[in-house]
């Protein structure tokens, strides 16, 4: 941080702590919770921002300066989660910061946040605050990241810690589709059955960096928080500025035995509402059958083929909406086009329904066409630096979501359009990164802040859509897996896990994603052949044996089916409804590794109670006179034996 008159740095020193049941929960922000109930009871707690309870009274600090109490030692030996709250101050600074740590016995997680507050009476700023920092006494680690791109996310990478600062992150406004903010030190020679390893996964959607350093002495530290590049976040007199949290895992049992408890974690205590245990429908979306082309009377079609053959809900993607016959028109426009469509979203959705099926729509509340009824209104609402010629990708720019006069409009133009209609489902995308960053708002020219200020607005989106329709199940997109991350997972049980519907490249994405996230969390869809992103052709059954290991659902016009293809459809469909549970709330088991095993690839799912078992095998390549593939199987299948 620095002060008002330019000097850098904080001395800040131990004031006090308290110990007190109960997991914290963080205003604005996502944050483990114990259970749904008691997360209520916590943001109730935090709805005034406060960093101590009782306003810094002198009651207060002598609370502050006494040990743990009777009460605190119990909620460290009674079974539920509790809090450790440390308070740290340096006064000539004018900076006080509250350290909460929320413990989950159960899991054996930690999570860690942190609450800076302004106590003098000039403006500081704030040029780094990391979330979460582990130190080390020796070098003798690899660092284990999940870097990728557009199409190809989470791709597994194991380097050494090596002397001197390793750091990676993001800039793009979003976690992103480069690198994820889910990070792994493992003690050399780890592997997925034995060794110590320790998780850091943040529970946020915008920018962020992650550092690993060792030095002259061989110690390590590893850290993550938001963006510290540019940050220089302004805090007023009495102003709090809250970290996103992070959470702690450490197994000595091996890489599996770490992703088994974020799974666990993630599904129990991350993810929210009806769909964290509920089986998600099993759905068709129209995007690689139709693209922008389609009317009410195409929907219809593929919507009642796919209810023939079993499939329970039917998504209608990008263009339903305003003038969007192609992506370079409409966003922002969130009316129903009803020429297009032929009728009413009203009247669409109760043909659906009609048909025994559920009825879902896509957004993209965060961005806007220059080409809308929107941007000629209020062109001030969307990032543009003036005089300068805005930076376009996709053919749209990106709408103010730290506003919430924007945030709002959209809002209620999107919940108009699903008060009309029976809507059972939201896909939320985000296709850009962000870019161009001014604001016209007076007093927030701080980029930090924007940045920072714009994702708690999607946040906010996000909690007001499953506040209002707690019945809909909503599935984060960002181009795919650009945003695949435990801040989304806190508001979308799902997440579209990447663009690339190809089956053999999904293992690979597939693969990376479960080393931090489980498998309720996937989307995953069978896709039509020639594959749209590779033009590779790859069997049905292939296909649907990768998406299985998802929300499973399809992408493709099911008409153009051979009568023997829709057969093998309603058995995948029988199949997955028969499995759903154990591949859902099973122990999940990586079999290979895409850098060795070449040729084949294997995972399987295994019930908390032992008795079932899953396996999954999928040739990834052919060869004349091949050799035979041997799967190993893993320490639960094992356990079963």
């Known amino acids: 941080m620095r002060t008002s008159n330019g000097v850098y740095g904080a001395d800040l020193r131990y004031r006090g702590h308290r110990v007190r049941s109960g997991k914290y929960a963080i205003p604005g922000l996502p944050a483990v919770y114990e259970d749904e109930e008691k997360l209520q009871a916590e943001r109730k707690r935090y709805q005034q921002g406060v960093i101590v309870e009782n306003d810094g009274s002198s ?174 976040y302004p805090l007023e007199p009495e102003e709090c500025l809250y970290a996103p949290e992070v959470a702690y895992v450490y197994t000595a049992e091996g890489l599996s035995a770490l992703s088994h408890i974020y799974h666990k974690l993630i599904r129990e205590h991350v993810c929210r509402g009806y769909y964290k245990k509920a089986r998600r429908p099993m759905l068709i979306n129209n995007w690689e059958a139709t ?11 593929i919507a009642a083929q796919a209810a023939k053959l079993g499939v329970e809900m039917l998504v209608l993607d990008d263009g339903w909406f305003g003038k969007r016959d192609d992506d370079n028109s409409g966003l922002g426009d969130w009316f129903v086009n009803e020429k297009k469509l032929g009728g009413t979203i009203t009247e669409l959705a109760k043909k659906i329904h009609g048909l025994g099926m559920k009825f879902g729509l896509w957004i993209e509340p965060e961005m806007v066409n220059e080409d809308s009824s929107l941007y000629r209104e209020h062109p001030d609402w969307a990032f543009v630096i003036p005089g300068r010629k805005p930076c376009r990708c996709r053919n749209q720019l990106v709408l103010e979501f730290l506003r919430k006069e924007v945030v709002d409009h959209v809002f209620s133009q999107i919940a108009d359009v699903i008060d009309s209609a029976e809507i059972d489902y939201i896909k939320m995308d985000m296709n850009r990164s962000l870019s161009d960053i001014f604001t016209v708002t007076e007093g927030y020219q701080n980029y930090g802040k924007i940045m920072h200020e714009y994702v708690l607005g999607v946040y906010d989106f996000l909690e007001r859509l499953g506040g209002r329709y707690p019945h809909i199940l909503i599935e984060g997109c960002s181009g795919g897996g650009g945003r695949f991350d ?156």
Not at 185 to 212: P, Q, W
Not at 291 to 301: D, M, P, S, V, W
């Open 486 to 641: 435990l801040g989304m997972l806190y508001y979308t049980p799902q997440i579209w896990c990447s663009d690339d519907t190809d089956a053999i490249e999904r293992i690979r994405i597939q693969h990376g994603t479960s080393f931090g996230y489980p498998v309720s969390a996937v989307g995953s869809h069978v896709s039509a052949v020639p594959n749209h992103q590779t033009g590779r052709i790859t069997k049905l059954q292939t296909r649907s044996v990768v998406a299985m290991a998802g929300s499973f659902g399809y992408e493709l016009d099911l008409n153009l089916l051979t009568d023997e293809e829709k057969e093998e459809v309603k058995q995948q469909i029988q199949d997955y409804k028969k499995y759903w549970n154990l591949i859902h709330n099973g122990t999940y088991y990586r079999l290979h590794d895409p850098e060795k095993d070449t040729d084949t690839a294997a995972w399987c799912f295994v019930s908390e109670d032992k008795t079932e078992a899953l396996l999954n095998v999928v040739s990834l390549d052919a060869h004349g006179n091949a050799p035979i593939s041997y799967v190993r199987c893993d320490a639960g299948l094992y356990e079963m034996c």
């Open 59 to 232: 009651k207060a600090d002598e609370d502050l300066e006494r040990a743990e109490d009777a009460a605190g030692m119990a909620c460290m030996t009674a079974q539920g989660a509790y809090t450790v709250e440390v308070v740290l101050s340096d006064p000539a600074a004018g900076v006080e910061v509250l350290l909460k740590y929320g413990v989950l016995p159960e899991l054996d997680v930690i999570t860690r946040s942190a609450t800076v507050k302004n106590i003098q009476n000039k403006t500081i700023f704030i040029s780094k605050l990391f979330s979460g920092t582990l130190d080390f006494l020796n070098g003798n680690y690899d660092l284990l990241h999940f870097h990728g791109r557009h199409t190809m996310e989470r791709n597994l990478e194991r380097v050494p810690v090596m002397h001197g600062k390793q750091s990676f992150g993001s800039r793009r406004g979003t976690s992103s589709h480069q690198h994820n903010p889910f990070v792994i030190l493992a003690e050399r020679g780890t592997t997925e059955d034995h060794g110590g390893c320790y998780g850091m996964s943040f529970l946020y959607s915008g920018n962020f960096s992650f550092e690993v350093e060792q030095d002259q002495y061989r110690q390590v530290r590893m850290q993550i928080g938001m963006l510290d590049e540019m940050m220089d």
């Open 291 to 301: 693209y922008f082309h389609f009317t009410g009377e195409k929907i219809l079609g």
